[in-house]
């Protein structure tokens, strides 16, 4: 137990989680010990170094990758860029011809701001044509038979999470592959498939070669780590897939990425990484378990009021994350946050949480109607999140709730709750 939630309960895992114990004590012991320019050549340069070399075949095993495909960044922002300026610049490069002078790139309409607004941003400047693909309102994911009919003859990238940081609905990233792969076999050429795995990670199997994806993006405070990520590129060195460096410098990073590495964080996020290698299903089982038994509580609680948003039969979520609306004029997601007493929520995205209230674009995308998605909240558990935590965020609910439906019109407490609450 992290002594800061001591007097709150912490339900917002998919914004950030705290440092691991083991990664936090990893963090201090690099800082102090190997503290030296990894670049230098004498030991106390060579000690950094093999710490990031460590790191560096942690975080691949994690992924089921090769070492040398693994490059650091500063995180998923960063890894997003990346990705999409260097497909801009090969296709310039190499790909370019007089009917198709700039890429066609497709994303979906669920992707992470870091990659819909790179991707709108390069779109608006005419350094790339862009089709956002939207999603099934009876499954939550997007289908692959819409992505493979967006295809144009100059289409170089698809972008496709993982799985929702909001609803947490895992989408069909390998079938999309496996398709596109008869079609460009059928025509001709090579696109290039991103997955942001950022909120998969730590919570479900992540393997780059059953997914056959060339790029994948990994954020390290996702899963107990540091705030600073990697980038998987499939065939690296033997320049398979293009990386094309926006920092010029030392050549750190094999020239993809430089300045000078951050070695305590980059241990950091190997050690991350190894915990996820040894304890997946263990983690796995828990946070399912308390995910389940949190949305028992809120049907068993709140009756016919709750509307559970990304919950599908037709489709599988990681293991901890709940998106539900609570029905009632008076019971935006904003306002029952700020009126619970002891809970750590939020209602989407992090990067979102300080903006006026309006409905999750997400949400509106896989059907949601835009009242009941306005009343939505996202409860995402960790690690340690136990029973008693579950226990105290619905009676915390409760009483939001019912001061909340206290403000209606006629001024009395309507909530209707399930009387075995």
């Not at 691949?60 to 260097?86: H, K, R």
């Not at 920092?247 to 980059?266: D, I, K, L, P």
């Not at 915990?275 to 308390?290: E, K, R, S, W």
């Not at 403000?407 to 709750?417: K, M, V, W």
């Amino acid at each position: 137990m992290y002594h800061w939630m001591e007097q709150s309960v912490y339900l917002d895992y998919n914004a950030t989680t705290p440092l691991a114990s083991e990664v936090l004590d990893t963090v201090v012991a690099t800082l102090r010990d190997a503290w030296g320019n990894p670049s230098s050549s004498h030991h106390a340069g060579l000690k950094a170094r093999k710490c990031i070399i460590e790191a560096r075949a942690s975080v691949a095993m994690m992924i089921n990758a090769s070492p040398q495909d693994i490059v650091f960044t500063s995180g998923g922002t960063e890894s997003n860029n990346l990705i999409f300026t260097s497909i801009a610049a090969y296709f310039k490069e190499v790909v370019a011809s007089k009917d198709h002078v700039i890429p066609h790139v497709i994303i979906t309409a669920l992707e992470h701001d870091s990659v819909a607004l790179t991707a709108r941003a390069m779109a608006g400047k005419g350094l790339i044509e862009l089709t956002e693909v939207g999603a099934a309102s009876d499954s939550g994911t997007v289908p692959v038979q819409c992505v493979l009919a967006a295809l144009r003859p100059n289409t170089s990238l698809v972008s496709i999470m993982l799985a929702n940081n909001e609803t947490g609905v895992i989408q069909p990233v390998g079938e999309v592959v496996e398709g596109l792969k008869k079609s460009v076999g059928e025509k001709g050429g090579r696109i290039f498939v991103h997955t942001d795995a950022a909120q998969a990670l730590g919570k479900i199997q992540v393997d780059v070669e059953a997914l056959g994806v060339d790029y994948v993006t990994i954020v390290g405070h996702k899963f107990y780590g540091p705030r600073n990520g990697a980038l998987y590129v499939r065939g690296l060195e033997q320049k398979g897939t293009p990386l094309y460096p926006v920092f010029h410098g030392g050549g750190q990073e094999r020239g993809f990425r430089s300045g000078t590495e951050n070695t305590g964080m980059v241990a950091g996020l190997g050690k991350a990484a190894d915990l996820i290698v040894h304890n997946l299903p263990l983690y796995q089982a828990h946070m399912a378990g308390v995910r389940d038994y949190l949305e028992h509580q809120l049907e068993k609680t709140f009756g016919d009021r709750v509307h559970f948003n990304g919950r599908f039969s037709t489709s599988k979520r990681i293991p901890n994350t709940s998106n539900f609306s609570l029905l009632g004029r008076n019971l935006k997601g904003n306002l029952i946050l700020s009126t619970l007493e002891h809970t750590l929520a939020s209602v989407g995205a992090a990067c979102h949480s300080h903006t006026e209230a309006r409905p999750s674009p997400v949400l509106l995308a896989i059907g949601v109607p835009p009242h009941i998605a306005l009343n939505a909240l996202r409860v995402s558990v960790g690690r340690e999140t136990s029973i008693e935590d579950i226990d105290s965020f619905i009676k915390d609910l409760t009483n939001a709730v019912l001061k909340l439906d206290s403000l209606g019109e006629s001024g009395s407490i309507s909530i209707g709750l399930s009387q075995n609450h």
